[in-house]
């Protein structure tokens, strides 16, 4: 009995991403860190930034931290804000910065397994429009 091309490849791609990544170890308990989630902000269907949330720390990026950018050239800023009971926990901004630039990393320590919105806004001066609200999990 012959094993068919694409099942062959299956096989190759699946024991390569053993030998890349490692298998995993019997009785291991620790899992890496899920990765950050980007999410491009848009208006009138335009690019205009992104929302980058790391829910764990990996490496020198924090946990339960957003990175704001603003990714294009057109007078406007960026602010977020994830509000918890009326409390602003954690906000970034891009006001005041020639674009492309992205915020440093935003972070506080916030409880486990829940689910956080991020309101996100346009700023220009005193003037500001709101943009979207994107969920995270801590």
Request: glycine share 10%; hydrophobic share 35%.
């Amino acid at each position: 009995m012959s094993i068919s091309t694409p099942a062959k490849l299956g096989t190759f791609l699946a024991a390569s991403c053993l030998l890349a990544w490692g298998a995993p170890s019997a009785g291991a308990q620790e899992s890496a860190p899920p990765p950050s989630e980007l999410t491009y902000l848009r208006h009138n269907g335009t690019v205009v930034g992104s929302l980058t949330w790391n829910q764990d720390p990996a490496g020198t990026v924090p946990g339960d931290a957003l990175q704001l950018c603003d990714l294009e050239a057109d007078g406007w800023g960026l602010e977020v804000e994830l509000v918890n009971g009326g409390l602003v926990e954690i906000e970034a901004s891009t006001r005041g910065h020639s674009s492309p630039w992205c915020s440093p990393w935003k972070t506080r320590n916030l409880p486990e397994n829940r689910t956080w919105p991020v309101d996100v806004y346009m700023v220009q001066g005193s003037s500001f429009r709101t943009l979207d609200t994107v969920y995270v999990n801590s």
